[in-house]
């Protein structure tokens, strides 16, 4: 008899040690940092110093509490982000949720009082060491599975677009934790389809003879529309069999929203499409971008002031570009950036996207787009209002017109203020990606809009500058 594959252990028993030796380490770094540290010229010790056996005895009873909070968020899965600022937010809230849990638990315990400041400094260690961990348990996780290792073996049924977009992401992006075992569909796939790279395993009708022997531990279901009953079929035909089925359906390609249900009157209405942003999420938002592009044209002005020179310098032109755009509900305003093309680049072509080989960029053009500095002007147009710091990228209006008229719900990303990156760009589309992809991308954000959001593409972006490779 085939055993099942067991890869679903170390990396949530490696989480765990680490979580427990990074609260252990918070408690006695937060003692110490109260009690002997130079901190104490200023804040002085004035009740006396408890002795380290009780926060020692303290963090053996309230680590574990710590530990079933995460456990109850599912922060021990398996396959878990690949992106630290995924976890980054999550640990915030879970720590807190925690300090709260331990400051109520010793308001009621009289008999040892925790130090107020230990309290303070114990959710920013806790926050630091915790995130430090994950960090080395994620960089080790990612390192087995370039290795081969750790791998979940996945298979995908069907082969739609989707299932094509499905197979070139998980060849592309061996750190996802995936093993593709093969395609199930009617006959093979075209020769340039990216299904290709994997191994064609028959008929759909074949998956659950092969479960065992495959040792399959998840199917990936992309059906085409009107063909869902064949999953019902294999559903039955796997009872008993310990497999994962995951369906994407055709409807994701039409609608990204999240459906909710809302009642009145006893009445239950599905809600399709909601509002992207209520009034006091835009103020939150638009707070967010005034004190974030402030800052950074205060703290990045010496930079900006040597690229212009640069620019000025190596080029004949305006240091700047300006260019139309469109933003939120089809308004146009005027982006700027440094200049990064000659003056007359479109003079021959009209209206043309930047591709890798353009040769049109100057020379210090290519480093700025290469980097992204060229666009650090554009918090001039977050702080002016026509943009955000986090949003769809806007287009000119020559690609709009062209994109409305092919793309469908492209215009919905006019919703919200268009920004100066996005969870697009962020996502590995920028340049002349496919602007279909792009959009879905593009709309998923507009729907599920979150200041954490928010954040963690701002996070994700600074990783994609240093990083990345695709910028252009």
């Known amino acids: 008899m085939t055993r099942p594959r067991r890869n679903d252990i170390l990396i949530p028993f490696l989480t765990v040690l680490s ?3 990074a609260f252990e380490a918070a408690f006695l770094a937060s003692y110490w940092l109260r009690f002997y540290s130079p901190l104490t010229e200023r804040f002085e010790v004035t009740l006396g110093i408890p002795p380290l056996q009780s926060y020692v005895a303290a963090s053996a009873f309230f680590i574990p509490i710590f530990l079933l909070i995460f456990h109850g968020r599912s922060m021990y899965q398996a396959r878990r982000n690949i ?10 809230r879970l720590v807190t949720i925690g300090m709260m849990v331990m400051m109520s638990a010793t308001f009621f315990y009289r008999d040892f009082s925790f130090s107020r400041g230990v309290f303070i400094l114990l959710w920013l260690t806790s926050i630091v060491f915790v995130t430090a961990g994950r960090y ?3 960089e080790l996780e990612k390192s087995l599975y370039r290795r081969g290792r750790e791998l979940k073996s996945v298979v995908i049924v069907g082969a739609t677009r989707i299932a094509e977009q499905i197979a070139e992401l998980f060849r592309r992006h061996r750190v996802l934790g995936y093993e593709v075992l093969g395609y199930y569909a009617d006959g093979p796939a075209a020769a340039e389809s990216p299904l290709t790279a994997f191994r064609f395993l028959g008929a759909p009708s074949k998956l659950t003879d092969d ?6 531990q998840s199917a990936l279901f992309v059906l085409p529309h009107g063909e ?13 069999k310990n497999v994962e089925f995951m369906m994407v359906p055709d409807l994701l390609e039409m609608l990204t929203s999240r459906v909710r249900i809302q009642e009145i009157d006893g009445i239950p209405f599905i809600r399709v499409k909601d509002i992207a942003m209520s009034t006091w999420t835009r103020i939150i938002k638009r707070a967010f971008d005034i004190l974030f592009s402030a800052a950074v044209l205060v703290l990045a002005s010496p930079v900006m002031a040597l690229l212009a020179l640069t620019v000025k310098l190596t080029s004949p032109g305006p240091v700047f570009y300006r260019q139309e755009r469109v933003g939120l509900d089809g308004e146009r305003f005027m982006l700027i950036k440094f200049r990064s093309m000659r003056v007359d680049a479109e003079k021959e072509t ?6 890798l080989d353009d040769d049109r960029k100057t020379w210090i053009g290519k480093i700025l787009r290469r980097t992204s500095l060229d666009e650090l002007p554009q918090f001039w147009n977050v702080l002016a209002g026509d943009m955000s710091v986090v949003g769809p990228r806007p287009e000119r209006p020559f690609f709009v017109e062209q994109f409305r008229a092919s793309i469908p ?6 919703r919200v203020k268009t920004g100066m990156t996005g969870w697009a760009q962020v996502n590995g589309l920028r340049g002349d990606a496919p602007i279909e992809e ?11 809009w979150s200041l954490v959001f928010d954040l963690k593409i701002i996070l994700k972006t600074v990783h994609a500058v240093i990083f990345g490779k695709d910028a252009y």
Do not use: C, W
């Open 350 to 355: 009209g209206p043309k996207r930047s591709t």
């Open 83 to 92: 992106h630290l600022s995924d976890d980054l937010f999550a640990v915030i």
């Open 409 to 414: 719900r492209y215009l919905e990303r006019h």
């Open 438 to 448: 792009r959009t879905k991308y593009d709309i998923y954000y507009v729907e599920n």
């Open 228 to 240: 869902q009953d064949r999953l019902m079929d294999l559903l039955r035909d796997a009872e008993g």
């Open 136 to 138: 080395l348990v994620m």
């Open 211 to 216: 479960i065992a022997p495959l040792r399959i």
């Open 19 to 21: 979580d427990l030796l």
